[in-house]
């Protein structure tokens, strides 16, 4: 699992200067800081324009609350493997809610989600395969700049357009919003570390997919 600074972790990344490109690609010209004199403390930030993004029936018995973190080596893994199962034997069938929230560590992952909303919530699941599965590849692109571009790309072969990419990216207000969302419901919901579930309203570590399974029916034997 990949830890999380619990206190006070999205100030520290605002004050850290994470920053969005106004520019164009490979261009670094006025970069939006949200630094700590823009931002609000993250209580004071109204996050309801934030929608959770959903899989599967709204009246499933079973719903599964995942937060992970997109340059989590570890979310990776689960996304590549247990997490298509799940999908298979649980979402598609209608067993399972499933619900995905993003846990920020750095710039490069806010980044990451800012492009996966880009496209809605119709895109959003679709996006998140793309950029798991290159994970390995997108974030050692090289700097900041390499970074960004190799995200734009896989925005593109999503299917989005370059000026909605820019459009998403340059949206500072979104990005301060996302951090506060992200604390608000990491500290609700105790999380510490990526990937974490709550199903069914209890906190569960990351586990293989068949202790997984064994932990649904038990929710499922209970309806």
């Known amino acids: 699992m990949t830890r999380i600074i619990p206190a006070l972790f999205a100030a520290i990344l605002l004050t850290a200067g994470a920053f969005l490109f106004t520019g164009r690609s490979g261009d670094l010209s006025g970069p939006l800081l949200i630094g700590a004199a823009q931002a609000q403390e993250a209580g004071?930030?109204?996050?309801?324009s934030i929608v959770d993004m959903v899989q599967g029936a709204e009246d499933a018995p079973v719903t599964i609350i995942e937060y992970a973190s997109y340059t989590c080596p570890h979310c990776a893994n689960f996304h590549e493997g247990p997490y298509k199962k799940l999908?298979?034997?649980y979402i598609d069938t209608g067993k399972v809610r499933f619900i995905y929230r993003e846990v920020y560590f750095d710039r490069?992952?806010?980044w990451a989600s800012m492009i996966a909303r880009c496209g809605g919530e119709e895109k959003f699941f679709g996006i998140s395969?793309?950029?798991f599965k290159g994970q390995s590849d997108w974030v050692r692109a090289g700097g900041p700049t390499e970074i960004v571009d190799?995200?734009?790309k896989i925005g593109r072969l999503a299917g989005l357009e370059s000026d909605t990419l820019e459009a998403c990216l340059q949206d500072?207000?979104?990005a301060q919003t996302l951090v506060a969302w992200y604390q608000e419901n990491a500290e609700k919901d105790g999380v510490e570390a990526t990937p974490s579930f709550i199903v069914n309203g209890e906190k569960v570590?990351?586990?293989p997919y068949e202790d997984f399974k064994t932990?649904?029916?038990a929710e499922l034997a209970k309806q």
């Open 44 to 48: 004071e930030v109204d996050t309801s």
């Open 87 to 89: 999908k298979a034997d």
């Open 108 to 110: 490069y992952g806010l």
């Open 129 to 131: 395969d793309l950029i």
């Open 150 to 152: 190799a995200l734009r």
């Open 172 to 174: 500072g207000e979104k």
């Open 205 to 207: 570590s990351n586990q």
């Open 215 to 217: 932990l649904i029916e």
